[in-house]
């Protein structure tokens, strides 16, 4: 005779489980969904630790590339400016030009000095090279800034050409 799986006596539970076993069944799937609980609130937390901490390289990364282009922006302004002081045969606008230059080498060595302030120590040896290749680019630079009109005209485009 078959044996039928379905008739059970009323209020009798789906499955027959002795003493505490429903009792560690739900002690068992509670831990576990606590843990799963505790696991996605402290993925969330580590999640947020690594937004911030991008937020943080991103905003110091976006500092210092604006103050390269500021120096970047400085020294093409200042061939520019060069330029338009060795060549132009005017003395009252060549003076002009010549307080344009001065102005341009206060501003980017302020802008140098700001952009090494931010870096980390084990960044410093970059910021030290172009520091020293500015101070080659004015050492070169400074003889013209010296010359009087006679002495632009007849030296001022070779200078270009050979210097700057």
Known sequence: MP??????????????????????????????LALIVFSSVDALLVLRRIEA????????????NRS???IRTSLYLTGTV???????????????????????????????????????????APSGRLETQLDAFWKALEPALLWNLEQRRSRGYAFLNDEV
């Open 68 to 70: 390269l282009n500021e």
């Open 53 to 64: 901490t991008n937020d943080s390289i991103r905003r110091e990364f976006l500092s210092h």
């Open 82 to 124: 060069a330029r338009d002081y060795l060549l132009d045969p005017d003395p009252q606008t060549a003076d002009a030009h010549l307080d344009n230059l001065r102005a341009l080498r206060q501003k980017m060595t302020a802008e140098l000095s700001a952009y090494a302030r931010q870096l980390r120590p084990g960044e410093a």
């Open 3 to 32: 044996l039928d799986v379905s008739a059970r006596p009323p209020g009798s539970p789906a499955l027959p489980l002795k003493g505490g076993a429903l009792l560690f069944l739900l002690v068992g799937f509670g831990g576990l």
